[in-house]
């Protein structure tokens, strides 16, 4: 398994990096978590839409899903060409009708209710001389909503969704196959939910978007926060992301709040930045400091 940062800003993009998303390759199996502004754009340089088995959204703010219509549409022009390359000498708008619109669409989990938001998307941008294109959501995508605690196989891939504690509806999404174990938060505090999700995986995708713990009503990680839950239950690797800035010397202090409290490797997410995943035995956990005269 290996993952891929396409972006890690927290919000709208900055410094030249795309807000949220990752590419996770396990196997014959690519998927594409969240997909923020910018993010097709990474995408293209490292993969084809068009090879992606499946794309999950953890929740619908625009800095984790505003990029899916860019996505759809790419998908749906990667067909149109594929049929243009059939037909060189017919009129392209003539052609393009033949388009396959049963051909299945790339499965895209969003959570419940989202449908009707990615439809509301699609329809403030329409294409009145070429209604197809405006259709991404209906043939480019199968889109499927998920609720908390749904399970999916996607090829080699065994995907959960686990309810967290965000703002909007946020399920992490743990990920499991032969090669190896992820576990993705999306945006959330500290919540029950990231036990089951993250427990023993090989590495730990968690958002470090704050300072110091979140008590308030939004729901973000500090990297301390991250550390904890990584030492907690026994992660192989941490990656932190979901960053506020670029500034080095701001995401040097998230690492070392996080490896204050987590003895494994903890890296920081960074656009471009690649991370093999594979089995192995977590760390030890973090042994209590001596008390004097014990």
Do not use: W
């Not at 090879?51 to 703010?61: E, F, G, R, T």
């Not at 939910?193 to 300072?211: K, M, S, Y």
Request: proline letters at 9%; hydrophobic letters at 45%; charged letters at 15%.
């Amino acid at each position: 398994m290996q993952l891929t940062v396409l972006g890690c800003r927290s919000g709208m993009p900055a410094d030249g990096q795309p807000s949220s998303g990752y590419l996770v390759e396990a196997g014959p199996t690519t998927l594409l978590l969240d997909c923020g502004p910018g993010i097709v754009t990474a995408l293209s340089a490292v993969a084809a839409p068009a090879a992606l088995d499946a794309v999950v959204i953890s929740h619908l703010h625009l800095d984790h899903c505003y990029d899916l219509l860019p996505l759809g549409k790419a998908l749906l022009h990667a067909r149109a060409r594929r049929v243009l390359a059939e037909l060189p000498d017919a009129d392209p708008f003539t052609a393009l009708q033949s388009l396959d619109q049963s051909a299945p669409g790339v499965p895209l989990y969003v959570p419940e209710g989202g449908r009707s938001v990615l439809d509301r998307l699609a329809a403030l941008f329409p294409v009145a001389t070429f209604p197809l294109l405006d259709r991404a959501f209906d043939i480019a995508f199968d889109v499927r909503e998920y609720r908390p605690g749904d399970v999916v196989e996607v090829g080699a891939c065994r995907l959960s969704m686990h309810l967290l504690r965000h703002t909007a509806p946020n399920c992490g999404v743990r990920i499991e196959s032969p090669t190896g174990s992820l576990a993705y938060t999306g945006d959330t505090g500290l919540a029950a939910g990231l036990g089951p999700l993250c427990h023993g995986v090989d590495l730990l995708l968690a958002e470090a978007t704050l300072d110091h713990t979140d008590t308030g009503p939004h729901g973000h990680l500090s990297g301390a926060d991250a550390g904890t839950v990584a030492a907690t239950h026994g992660v192989g690797e941490l990656v932190l992301t979901h960053f506020t800035t670029a500034d080095a010397a701001v995401l040097a202090a998230r690492r070392a709040a996080a490896a204050a409290v987590f003895v494994g490797p903890v890296r920081l997410a960074a656009p471009g930045r690649r991370f093999p995943v594979s089995p192995a035995l977590p760390p030890a956990p973090r042994l209590p400091a001596a008390v004097p005269g014990q």
